[in-house]
């Protein structure tokens, strides 16, 4: 296995000996399979409270292997979006898992999306995509005859994969050096006498895991997890619901790679666009609408907890004053197929809402500061024994190993 990691980062060795990652999605895996490798000699033990690694997000995701268009040049985001991709390819080649090159194009519908375009061209430029054109209607045209638009950007590595068949094989490669523990929801965490803390787990026995170092990758459940670590409050997990139409076969025919709107720059979603799948369906999504649970892939799903967090986080309300606005327009498009076809027929016309059916739903962790600000960029803090990954929205599977290769680099430095 290919680690990635430079001489230096392996000559610094913690004294750390036992390890345990909450979380069996991509990043606590990958996490998992990069500290096995820094540290052969470490006992590694992933807990994932689900029978299944991949459940949650990184399961309902759209499985683009993302080129790091869009993140603020110098930010964690577009660093190791274009690493990650790197060591995605390399993986994917290694364990003879097909990455997909279908490309994506971003389109400008309307005149006041071209300065947008342009500043999102140099965005990606500066965090060295390879290969971004931008391209005339004409081109457009060409490389999506269905579509329509006044410019795009092109990324022609823009790719797709199947992320839980990536994860699949990451839980092998844990497997071989340590311990993925399936069933195993993680309750509480004591410090224990003489340092270390103990993680515990509501399995069957009550289990306790003793560790040298925690790493909390629990994605929708990051904030939790953290506050049980003994970090702070800030910032909360507000799960904002990604929901998906799928193109039938007629339809599918009408799109070649990826469809992309210009995003709005408020936001830290992408927009719905239209997305090939390896499967070989098309999917059309996700909007972005408040979800009352963080693990509620159906639209009227209620959590109690979850909402209640959600309401007693003043961030949640600051979030809403200022984008209260564009949170109804998002649950009337929920609730209206009719408004959601009109957003995918701005760029393929001869969509119709028989080519639309309903499809899976994802749920974003999206973590909220307590101004109501959507953090934007990924949040990895580390203190005593703990690393916390309180953010790791999209491009967070594409950027995955490199996040494991940054949390292992944080470990390793301050040991
Ligand atoms: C709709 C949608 C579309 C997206 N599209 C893309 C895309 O195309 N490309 C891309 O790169 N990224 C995309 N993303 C983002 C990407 O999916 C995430 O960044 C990534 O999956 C995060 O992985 P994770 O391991 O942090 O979280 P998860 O996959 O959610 O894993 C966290 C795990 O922690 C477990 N857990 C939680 N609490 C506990 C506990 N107490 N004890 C034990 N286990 C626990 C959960 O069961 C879960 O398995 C998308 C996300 C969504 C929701």
């Known amino acids: 296995m290919e680690s990635g990691l430079n001489e230096k980062e392996s ?20 996490v998992a399979r990069e500290a096995g490798l820094r540290w052969p000699d470490a006992s590694i033990t992933v807990l994932e409270k689900e029978s299944r690694v991949a459940t949650h997000q990184t399961g309902h995701n759209s499985g683009v292997v993302h080129s790091g268009l869009y993140y603020a040049p110098g930010s964690l985001k577009a660093q190791l979006c274009v690493s990650g991709v790197k060591l995605l390819r390399q993986y994917c080649a290694e364990k003879g898992l097909e990455i ?53 950007i092109f990324s022609p590595h823009t790719a797709i994969v199947d992320y839980k068949a990536v994860c699949e094989a990451l839980a092998g490669d844990v497997a071989q050096r340590g311990e993925v523990v399936l069933g195993a929801r993680v309750v509480g965490v004591r410090r224990a006498h003489g340092g270390g803390r103990t993680v515990l787990v509501d399995g069957p026995a009550g289990e306790a895991y003793p560790c040298d170092l925690l ?38 025919g009408l799109v070649s790679g990826l469809i992309y709107p210009v995003p709005d720059p408020r936001y830290p979603f992408l927009g719905v666009h239209l997305t090939p799948t390896m499967a070989g369906d098309v999917l059309v999504g996700p909007n972005a609408v408040l979800a009352y649970e963080r693990e509620g892939y159906a639209r009227l799903r209620v959590n109690p907890r979850d909402l209640r967090d959600t309401l007693f986080w003043p961030g949640f309300w600051a979030m809403a004053k200022q984008h209260w606005r564009t949170g109804i327009a998002e649950m009337y498009r929920s609730f209206n197929k009719s408004r959601y076809v009109r957003t995918a027929q701005e760029y393929i016309p001869e969509l119709t809402a028989q080519d639309l059916r309903r499809a899976p739903a994802g749920v974003r962790a999206q973590a909220v500061a307590r101004n109501g600000a959507l953090v934007d960029d990924f949040w990895i803090s580390r203190s005593d024994g703990v690393v916390n990954v309180r953010n790791a929205p999209s491009p967070g599977a594409t950027a995955s190993l490199a996040i494991a290769g940054y949390v292992c680099d944080q470990i390793a430095h301050d040991d």
Do not use: W
């Open 11 to 30: 000559r610094t060795m913690p004294e750390t000996q036992r390890i345990v990652i909450v979380g069996g999605g991509i990043v606590g895996l990958a």
């Open 100 to 152: 997909r090159d279908v490309g994506k194009v971003v389109v400008a519908v309307r005149e006041d999306e071209e300065a947008r375009l342009d500043t999102l061209f140099e965005r990606g430029t500066t965090n060295g995509v390879p290969g971004l054109r931008l391209i005339s209607a004409a081109e457009l045209r060409e490389r999506e005859p269905h579509a329509v638009g006044r410019r795009a």
């Open 215 to 252: 790493i909390n990758c629990a994605g929708l459940a990051a904030d939790r997890v953290a506050m049980m670590t003994g970090d702070n409050d800030e910032p909360r997990i507000v799960p904002f619901r990604g929901e998906y139409f799928s193109l039938g076969a007629r339809a599918r």
